[in-house]
């Protein structure tokens, strides 16, 4: 069966200072790739999402980015936090396949809390 | 930019109530996903419904597509606390290249014992 990980759960983080993501999905091949962040009363905002390997779109400009270095890994990124960077960090897959195109569900992590202090 | 509403933002509810929560949208979507969400953690997908006017059963939740695709409503009867959570609608919509769903804010509820 397929499983998502994401790390750390929660996170306390002073202002300026980097941060990395790390998500990694086992049990399937070439899955699509999502980073999401969801504040409170505003939904969930796709960050990031990615179909292979580097391949990687972004969806709002921001100082994060994401990368993929292995096809079921996802990292996103800051080198300077910001205090607007608080929220609950979503990573999410869901299967690649052209057939089913937007149907395919997303397979959520548990999330990342972020707090930017 | 496609935008989904859901309405209540916020319900409480006694145990073994009724109720619906909306979705809507001035877009036509190609599929509409329902998820619930408890705190700390990730969405979880309940359905997917795929053609106007379709009707899915999940145990004692009921979803309706509407029939111009630009809708949704999830009935829940007989509530029970376990149903307490963040129910997210998403709808999906073809666009070349693009592989994102638009999710709406979501409605809270909360079922008291």
């Known amino acids: 069966s397929q499983t998502i990980h994401q790390w750390p759960a929660t996170l306390v983080q002073p202002v300026g200072s980097p941060l990395s993501l790390e998500c990694t999905v086992e049990?399937?091949?070439?899955?699509?790739l999502y980073w999401y962040r969801q504040a409170a009363g505003r939904g969930l905002q796709l960050l990031f999402y990615?179909?292979?390997?580097?391949?990687i779109s972004s969806e709002v400009p921001q100082n994060l980015s994401a990368s993929r270095p292995q096809d079921r890994q996802f990292i996103l990124s800051s080198k300077k936090l910001l205090l607007s960077d608080s929220g609950f960090y979503l990573c999410?897959?869901?299967?690649?396949?052209?057939?089913?195109?937007?149907?395919?569900?997303?397979?959520f992590g548990n999330g990342t809390r972020l707090t930017v202090t | 930019t496609q935008l989904l509403e859901q309405s209540p933002q916020f319900l409480s509810i006694q145990e073994g109530e009724n109720l619906t929560v909306y979705c809507n949208s001035s877009?036509?979507?190609?599929?509409l996903q329902w998820y619930r969400q408890e705190p700390g953690e990730g969405p979880v997908l309940l359905v997917t419904?795929?053609?106007?006017?379709e009707v899915k059963k999940l145990k004692r939740l009921t979803f309706q597509f509407g029939d111009a695709r630009k809708d949704s409503s999830l009935h829940i009867t007989a509530a029970q606390t376990g149903d307490t959570g963040l129910y997210l609608c998403?709808?999906?919509?073809?666009?070349?290249?693009?592989?994102?769903?638009?999710f709406g804010k979501g409605t809270k509820l909360s079922v008291i014992p």
């Open positions: 999410a897959w869901s299967v690649s396949s052209p057939q089913r195109g937007f149907n395919s569900p997303l397979h």
């Open positions: 049990g399937t091949s070439n899955p699509n």
């Open positions: 990615s179909i292979g390997i580097d391949q």
């Open positions: 877009s036509v979507f190609s599929s």
């Open positions: 419904v795929v053609t106007g006017g």
């Open positions: 998403a709808g999906a919509y073809s666009g070349a290249g693009s592989y994102q769903l638009t």
